[in-house]
């Protein structure tokens, strides 16, 4: 099968080409797993964390790509769930241990043995991969498979950051950053907490009009003071100065989630700015996203066909897979970038 595989760490300042277009062994699933025959997958920033070196992939050559629709080729010897030509779709939780503390509370993103699709399993920039049948998911007919891609990474990652925000109907949230996660969590919070207003953090003008077009009821830049103090401010950048000029927007008692796998080191000097009476203090809190548990994407997927949520999206051949993660790379975005196999 073709696929693009990433063989080695790279900077993207050093080299536009990070993986390798090439021919492969297709995967066969083993007794649980199924065989995907993939249609569509989303490009994820996370896939640049992979490539740089934030998040690293344990072993090489890795295939990257963890928003993957397709179509059930084949079933393992016990897989009983899906039928071969069964339309599903992949996330970034490809497994987890299922008894640990963590898998038997709900929580299995904290699980130890946690492996990531396209990081620790071969994931979705390739023709064919392999899952466990009970970490697939069924989409919902009201979605095309590139409408879907999205959903299962930026949807469902900006459900869970949107649930542990604690956002209350009224309240004011804030968006640092809008890509493909900030513009899908916008429109959750029009359906679902439609008296709150939604201010937008962002360093392009382009991103703030798209902004302003989908409901924002203001957008301004990261370091630009909102005309009101927000509730919860989700912050979906690598970098680090939003972090600290988000705090200083909050309420007291109020929220900052960060939803971010890694931060990136280059701006890092700049939370030696933080002043505790200005950023911290009156029990302002700062709490992480990470990963996804399947609770996340099963409850998303139904959230996202019952409003519906339509994201914006472009597409790329699966050979220009490269182009994708260096626009993205450069914040060349407008909603998602899906990656289609024909």
Not at 31 to 42: E, M
Not at 110 to 115: E, I, T
Not at 149 to 176: D, E, F, K, M, V
């Amino acid at each position: 099968m073709k696929a693009m595989t990433l063989h080695h760490m790279c900077s993207l300042k050093d080299t536009q080409e990070p993986l390798r277009y090439e021919e492969v062994d297709t995967p066969i699933p083993q007794a649980h797993a199924i065989l995907v025959k993939v249609s569509v997958c989303g490009v994820c920033h996370t896939e640049l964390d992979e490539i740089e070196g934030r998040t690293p992939p344990p072993h090489f050559p890795m295939i990257p790509g963890h928003q993957v629709v397709g179509q059930v080729a084949s079933c393992g010897d016990e897989a009983t769930r899906f039928q071969v030509g069964d339309r599903v779709g992949i996330a970034w939780i490809h497994s987890a241990c299922g008894t640990c503390h963590y898998c038997l509370s709900d929580q299995e993103n904290l699980c130890p043995d946690f492996r990531a699709t396209g990081r620790d399993a071969n994931g979705g920039y390739a023709e064919y991969m392999t899952v466990p049948e009970a970490f697939a998911y069924p989409i919902p007919h009201v979605f095309s498979d590139a409408e879907a891609a999205p959903l299962l990474c930026a949807g469902a990652i900006g459900y869970r950051s949107l649930r542990l925000s604690g956002l209350q109907n009224g309240q004011a949230l804030g968006l640092t950053g809008f890509g493909a996660s900030a513009h899908l969590v916008l429109k959750m919070v029009s359906h679902n907490y439609p008296d709150s207003e939604v201010f937008v953090f962002a360093r392009s003008e382009k991103e703030r009009m798209f902004a302003r077009e989908l409901g924002a009821v203001w957008s301004g830049d990261t370091a630009e003071r909102t005309p009101q103090l927000l509730h919860t401010i989700i912050d979906t950048t690598p970098a680090w100065k939003p972090v600290v000029e988000a705090l200083k927007n909050l309420v007291p008692g109020g929220r900052l989630i960060i939803n971010a796998i890694r931060k990136e080191d280059a701006d890092k000097n700049l939370l030696l700015r933080l002043d505790y009476p200005a950023h911290l203090w009156l029990e302002k809190e700062i709490k992480s996203v990470a990963n996804v548990a399947r609770r996340d994407v099963r409850e998303f997927l139904d959230l996202a066909a019952e409003i519906p949520i339509k994201p914006e999206y472009e597409t790329f051949a699966l050979e220009d897979a490269n182009t994708a993660l260096i626009e993205l790379k450069h914040r060349k975005i407008r909603g998602a970038k899906v990656l289609q196999m024909e």
